[in-house]
């Protein structure tokens, strides 16, 4: 039998840090669960990017953690920041640039 019910509920890792705009929303099926961050990271931002990577990173840990099969999807503006920094500084984690 298919199903194509959906929920969605925002996701926030009990680290979650305020100075960064970065929001992660669960996606659940019957079959899958699917974590989808956007972020928005500024042309100046006011923030070490050094910071936001080891954000990220940190809540990856978390997503590994709290729901391990699920596929998660960063996605958003990076302005200036570079997807090898990403990959680079998520390396512990399965993550490939697109």
């Not at 659940?28 to 974590?35: C, L, N, Y």
């Not at 936001?52 to 596929?71: M, Q």
Request: hydrophobic share 40%; charged share 20%.
């Amino acid at each position: 039998m298919y199903s194509n019910r959906l929920s969605s509920s925002l996701w926030k890792p009990a680290s979650d840090q305020s100075d960064f705009e970065l929001m992660w929303v669960r996606v659940q099926s019957d079959e899958h669960d699917a974590i989808i961050g956007a972020i928005y990271h500024p042309p100046k931002p006011i923030y070490a990017v050094a910071d936001l990577l080891c954000h990220i990173d940190s809540c990856l840990e978390a997503i590994a953690r709290d729901v391990p099969t699920a596929l998660v999807v960063l996605t958003g503006d990076f302005n200036g920041l570079s997807d090898s920094d990403v990959v680079w500084s998520t390396n512990r984690h399965a993550v490939r640039a697109t």
